[in-house]
């Protein structure tokens, strides 16, 4: 395949896990501040994100250090204001 498509499509499934993260991040922090143990909701929505941002960071990058740059790209830019 093209190695431009691989990182337009390298920065779009950066983009998506952004969105996972910040939406989980989102969610999280409306649950937690109802909660009765908002440590145990932050601890284990940030194990969750980390887990699957790590994950699909590294499916992405599959071994290539420019697919991992802009995957990571991609990512924060969910993080800019």
Known sequence: MNETLM?????????????VFFGGLWWTVRKGVSSKQPALWFFASLLVRMGVALAGIYFVGH??????AVC??????????
């Not at 990182?7 to 969105?19: I, N, P, R």
């Not at 071994?63 to 991992?68: A, K, M, N």
Request: net charge neutral; glycine share 20%.
């Open 63 to 68: 071994g290539h250090w420019e697919r991992l």
């Open 7 to 19: 990182l337009v499509l390298a920065c779009a499934a950066g983009g998506g896990l952004g969105a």
């Open 72 to 81: 990571l790209l991609g990512l924060s830019w969910h993080a800019w204001p």
